[in-house]
């Protein structure tokens, strides 16, 4: 089992190292069509679903000005415009030369010696990692969304051209036994059954047109960029043979390339530098501090109105209780966010383990029906050249036809299955390149 503490500073590293683009690219190279990364970039910047995570980012890029602009020195300036009358100590009197002005300059600095500072400094830092993290995450769930789309209406469209070929299969047989019945040589029986087959495969045909529309829909809600082609216009060949898989006995160091991962690793630690913070808050606190102030038009034309002095000041809590609370609170948190983060690791590390198991026996039986589809297709071209021969009907020739097309189907079907699992696999490992970033 591997140390939560060694994932967390190798995971710190990865999110040091990688970069977004890594995750949402390279995925033309692996379904042999460089244009399909310019889809998913066309698809991430117009994907609304982006926008609250790109908010929250910003939020985070905020809140980490805020924390940084706490050590930093401030100046407040004061002005006060006044009438009214002052008791004159001297005569017991009451004399009317105060004066209309009076105003002050104050300057402070935390020198953030104990830490506190520089603890929430490094929490806001690692929330905005965070966020980032989980921007790249949801980046890259819509690319290998696109991504497995693409494949699918690759997939639907040659199903489409290999069903529409079954009707005319079946159509010729049709034709073929009516005027075998026409001739008295059948029973009308047989022609019905032909009949039936026939009126089977075109339900296939407006099934198959109806399940490429409706992935043509989803197509353009990911990709509404109309100069982008329908996805059952593309042409480009699916890749054969697969991309290779990973090694299965270093599946678990693919765990720390996933966004959501280092995302939880972020999370926690940044729960580690808030309790930090509040910690440092019970210590004392060291401030420089300077202030101007007095009364009269200036410093110079009445200087005993004026007073300016500095120093510095030294706070030291001698009974918080809220503060104590609050660090304890603080605590029961930081242990939350070590559960999730061990959680999250052994979630991916099931997730990764499912897509391997799943990519692996998809190409078994992929291979499989690859094997039976040629044998169908060996058989198809004998009863060709039979049929041409006069050695057989043309019932035989295109029973044959059917079967290698049903065969044929399938290996298509199972080839684009293999590649979404390969895709699901990719993205369960944290998107294209995860062996160089694990």
Known sequence: MISVRYIAILSLATALCATGGESVSSWGTLLGNPTLDDWIHAALTDASSLDVSRAELRVAAANGRAARAAGRPTLDARMDLREGRRRNLMTGGVTDDLDPIAAGVDASWELGLFGRISSAVNAAEFAELAGEHHLRDRELALAAEVAQRYVEGHCFS???AIREAAVAANQAITDYLAGRVAAGLMRPQEQEAADAARLLAERRVAEAREE??????RWRYLLPNESIPSVGSIACPLPEPLPEVPD?????????SRPDVQAADAIWR?????TQAEARDRRPVLTAIASVEGEGPSPTENPDEWMAWAGIRLSLPVLAPK?????????AEEDVKAALYNETVRLGLLDIREAFVKRVHAEKRWQAAKQEAMQLRASLESAERQYEQGLESITVRENARLRWLHADERRLRLHALALQRHIALVRACGGPGFDQGG
């Open 158 to 160: 040659k199903h489409l």
């Open 212 to 217: 490429l529309g409706a992935l043509d829909a």
């Open 248 to 256: 299965g006995s270093a599946l678990h160091t693919y765990v720390l």
């Open 270 to 274: 940044g729960a580690e530098q808030s």
């Open 323 to 331: 503060a104590g609370a609050a660090l304890r609170s603080r605590r």
